[in-house]
């Protein structure tokens, strides 16, 4: 089975730095993505790691490491609009092909 | 990023009718689409997989028979919700896979009355 762990709340203050962590337990494993997903609103693609290091993207910023298990996104320069539920998916190869498997989320709340 | 469109956005229903939910590749084509069900301050979890021409796989605990889908085309899959009851309102979102990255419609959000 597959077992995807994050912290379940987070909050931060504006202009500041959160790391949000992801550990995972997983057969097949084919990559690792980060989504946000606003309340009522479909998830939104952020980072996807399929190597170990560290992917940045503008204020975004995700790190893997296979070995243990183990990812995190980083959100530097915080702003409001960042409140939302960050989402942790990992990608495993089965006999029916790629298949997508959610955490829980965890939901950052970002104060003034 | 690639465009899925997912429609309608929400809807109502009375109990015992059938819902379709159509979830469309703009810009690329698919020949796998994926249908997940969120519950509210729940995460998404994954109902069925939709292969284009072929039958679909349907995750454990997920009724083919109720959740009927067809993949008919490259860039088009269907979700019918058959005989919804209050138990099946839920937020409905699709999604498709676009060179290994996996793009989200924006979600259908059903309620039975």
């Known amino acids: 089975g597959q077992n995807i762990d994050q912290p379940t709340e987070m909050t931060a203050t504006e202009g500041a730095i959160v790391q949000i962590n992801c550990t995972y337990q997983?057969?097949?494993?084919?990559?690792l993505f980060w989504y946000q997903q606003h309340a009522g609103e479909a998830p939104t693609f952020l980072s996807y790691?399929?190597?170990?290091g560290l992917e940045e993207k503008g204020r975004f910023s995700s790190f893997l490491s296979r070995s243990k298990g183990y990812s995190y996104l980083l959100l530097k320069e915080l702003q409001m609009k960042d409140s939302a539920s960050y989402l942790c998916?990992?990608?495993?190869?089965?006999?029916?092909?790629?298949?997508?498997?959610f955490g829980t989320g965890t939901q950052l709340k970002v104060e003034l | 990023g690639a465009v899925v469109s997912q429609h309608p956005s929400w809807v109502i229903c009375k109990s015992g009718t059938s819902v379709k939910i159509e979830c469309r590749s703009l810009d690329f084509q698919a020949t796998t689409m994926f249908w997940y069900r969120q519950f509210p301050k729940q995460s998404l979890m994954l109902m069925a997989t939709s292969n284009e021409g072929s039958k679909a796989t349907y995750e454990q605990g997920v009724e083919k028979d109720k959740f009927l889908i067809n993949h008919a085309s490259l860039t088009l899959s269907t979700l019918t919700v058959t005989s919804a009851h209050p138990e099946d309102s839920s937020f409905y979102i699709c999604?498709?896979?676009?060179?290994?990255?996996?793009?989200f419609g924006a979600g259908t959000r059903l309620s039975v009355l």
């Open positions: 997983t057969s097949g494993f084919n990559g």
């Open positions: 999604s498709a896979r676009f060179q290994n990255i996996q793009y």
């Open positions: 998916a990992v990608s495993r190869i089965t006999g029916g092909g790629n298949k997508l498997t």
């Open positions: 790691n399929v190597l170990d």
